[in-house]
């Protein structure tokens, strides 16, 4: 396997392991905001396999009320971005 092909392999155990890591408490304002960088990365990476992986697990609802929330801690560019770009995926 090469490039994306070795990732996608991996890529819904990797969700799992961040979904089963936002769900332990406490979780830091600054974790959680890394954490849904995360998800945010995954739909900029494979917008498809992300939103079936939150489909099936129901966690798209979830995942909107908590970007909606984290948007105002965002302050660096890159937060931003990955904020813009990654709810546009989402759309």
Known sequence: ???SDACNSFFESLLNR???RMS???LSPLLK???LGIYLSALIYNKNA???Y???NELTAQLVQELVTA???MKHNYERR???VGLSELL
């Open 18 to 20: 961040v979904k089963q």
């Open 33 to 35: 905001k890394h954490i």
């Open 24 to 26: 332990l408490t406490p």
């Open 71 to 73: 948007s105002k801690k």
């Open 54 to 56: 939150l489909e099936k």
């Open 1 to 3: 396997m090469r490039g």
């Open 82 to 84: 990955l904020f813009i």
């Open 50 to 52: 992300t939103l079936l």
